[in-house]
C-alpha cells in the first residue's frame, strides 16, 4: 500500500469556489475523530499484507482539530497496518489555524510545532491561495495577506518539507500581480508548490455570483497565460515541475500524491474518502451523519465498482499525461494489449504533429506547449469500454 488518506470533513467557513465535502459546524467534532479511527480499525483487513509509506491529513482542514485528535489518529494506523519507518506524515492547514494555535500554545507554554513534530508529522501542506487581501476576500478564505506571511515566517523554522497551495486565473488577477505572488512565496524558501487554476463548480457561490454577475467569469486565455508564468518562474529557481499542478524541488515531491499517479494502492478513510487496491475503486459517503451512524454499528458506509480493463487503462492515460513520467508505450502493450497500442498511437499522431505531444524512448509526454492542455488532450485519447 502507498499510504492513508485521512478527510477531516470540517472548515471554519465555506470558501467561495470549494465543492469538497465538510461541515462548518463542529458539535460532532469528537464524535467524527471516534468514527475516523473505528474505520481506520475496521479496515485493517483490507490492507493486512500491505505496508504503508505515507499518511495524509486532508479535508476540509485538518489543522482545526486538536494535536490529541490527530494523535489519536496516527496512533490507531500504527495499532492496525504495518508502517515503514520515518513515513511521510502531511497536514493540510489553514494560515488562520496555524496563528492561532501558536498564539495558544505560547499561552500554555507550550510548543504547538514541537507537539507536531513529536507526532511524526514531517510535512505541512499550507492553503495560503493568495497573499493579496482582495484575492482573499473574493474567495472567503478565513485568513489575511499578514496571517499567510506570518504562519510561513513561523513554520519555516521548524519544518523544511513544506508545500503551498496558490491559485491563478483569479478574475482580475494581473499577470504582474500573479508574479508577485509567486515570488512571495519563494521568498520563504518554500521546496514544494502546488498551483490550481480557478475552476468554477457547480453549486459553488463562485458559481452563483458569476451567474448573477456579481463576479466576471474566470478568463481561460489569461489562466493559461499565468499557468506559463508560473512554470518559467520556478524552474528557473530549481523546481521541477514534475506534475500538472505540482512543482518540487528535488528530493522534495509529495510522495502520497506521487502514489496517486503512479497507480499504488491507497486506502481513504473518512466521509467522501476514496480508496483504490489496483482493481477496484471504493468511495464514502458524503454525509457525516450517515457515516457516523454506520461506523458506530461496525459498518462501512462505501460504495465501490470493479474497474474494467479499459478503465484502467484511461486512468493510466489521464495521470500519466499529468506527470514527467509520462505515458510509457511498453507498459501501455504488456498490461492492456495491442488493441490499446494502436488506438493511442493512431490518437496521438496529430498531437505530436502539433507539438503538443513528444516521444522519447518509448514514452509519451506533453511538450512544454502542451502541458495546460493535458487534461484535454487525454480524454481524447481515452477509450470507450470493450467490455
Given at each position: 500500500m502507498s499510504?492513508i ?30 468514527a ?6 475496521l ?10 509509506e ?13 494535536v ?14 504495518k ?9 493540510e492547514?489553514?494560515p488562520?489555524?496555524?496563528i ?20 511524526g ?6 492553503g ?27 513554520a ?12 491563478y ?15 512571495i ?8 508548490i ?19 454577475g456579481?463576479?466576471?467569469q ?50 481513504g ?7 483504490y487496491?489496483g ?10 451523519t ?18 474494467t ?11 500519466g ?30 498531437y ?34 470493450l467490455e
Amino acid at each position: 500500500m502507498s499510504g492513508i488518506y485521512i478527510h477531516i470533513p470540517f472548515c471554519k467557513q465555506a470558501c467561495h469556489y470549494c465543492d469538497f465535502h465538510f461541515s462548518t459546524s463542529m458539535k460532532k467534532k469528537d464524535e467524527m475523530v471516534l468514527a475516523l479511527a473505528k474505520e481506520i480499525e475496521l479496515r485493517k483487513n483490507e490492507f493486512q499484507d500491505e505496508v504503508v509509506e505515507t499518511i495524509y491529513f486532508g479535508g476540509g482542514t485538518p489543522s482545526i482539530l486538536e494535536v490529541s485528535d490527530i494523535k489519536l489518529l496516527i496512533n490507531a494506523v500504527y495499532e492496525n497496518y504495518k508502517v515503514v519507518e520515518n513515513p511521510e506524515i502531511t497536514v493540510e492547514a489553514n494560515p488562520d489555524d496555524l496563528i492561532s494555535k501558536v498564539l495558544s500554545s505560547r499561552a500554555q507554554s507550550r510548543d504547538f510545532y514541537q507537539e507536531y513534530i513529536s507526532l511524526g508529522i514531517n510535512r505541512l501542506s499550507i492553503g495560503i491561495q493568495s497573499f493579496f487581501e482582495d484575492d482573499l476576500k473574493m474567495m472567503n478564505r478565513a485568513h489575511n495577506s499578514e496571517e499567510a506571511k506570518e504562519c510561513l515566517k513561523i513554520a519555516t523554522q521548524y519544518f523544511d518539507n513544506i508545500t503551498v497551495d496558490l491559485i491563478y486565473g483569479i478574475p482580475n488577477l494581473s499577470n504582474e500581480k500573479w508574479l508577485q505572488n509567486i515570488e512571495i512565496a519563494l521568498s520563504f524558501n518554500i521546496p514544494h508548490i502546488s498551483s490550481y487554476a480557478l475552476t468554477v463548480e457547480p453549486k459553488t457561490a463562485l458559481h452563483k455570483f458569476i451567474k448573477n454577475g456579481i463576479i466576471p467569469q474566470p478568463d481561460d486565455e489569461v489562466a493559461q497565460e499565468q499557468f506559463h508564468i508560473l512554470v518559467d518562474k520556478l524552474e528557473q529557481n530549481g523546481f521541477i515541475h514534475y506534475e500538472l499542478s505540482n512543482f518540487g524541488k528535488e528530493n522534495y515531491f509529495s510522495k502520497n500524491n506521487s502514489s496517486y499517479w503512479l497507480g499504488k494502492k491507497y486506502l481513504g478513510i473518512g466521509p467522501s474518502a476514496h480508496s483504490y487496491n489496483g482493481i477496484s475503486r471504493s468511495w464514502n459517503v458524503s454525509n457525516n451523519t450517515i457515516y457516523r451512524k454506520s461506523i458506530a454499528e461496525n459498518k462501512l458506509p462505501s460504495e465501490s465498482e470493479i474497474l474494467t480493463l479499459t478503465d484502467r487503462y484511461n486512468e493510466y492515460v489521464m495521470t500519466g499525461l499529468r506527470t514527467i513520467w509520462g505515458i510509457s508505450l511498453d507498459r501501455i502493450e504488456n498490461q492492456f494489449g495491442k488493441i490499446y497500442l494502436d488506438y493511442l498511437n493512431q490518437q496521438t499522431t496529430k498531437y505530436i504533429d502539433d507539438h503538443l505531444l513528444f516521444v522519447d524512448e518509448n514514452i509519451i509526454r506533453t511538450t512544454k506547449k502542451g502541458k495546460f492542455l493535458s487534461d484535454g488532450i487525454a480524454s481524447d485519447l481515452f477509450l470507450l469500454n470493450l467490455e
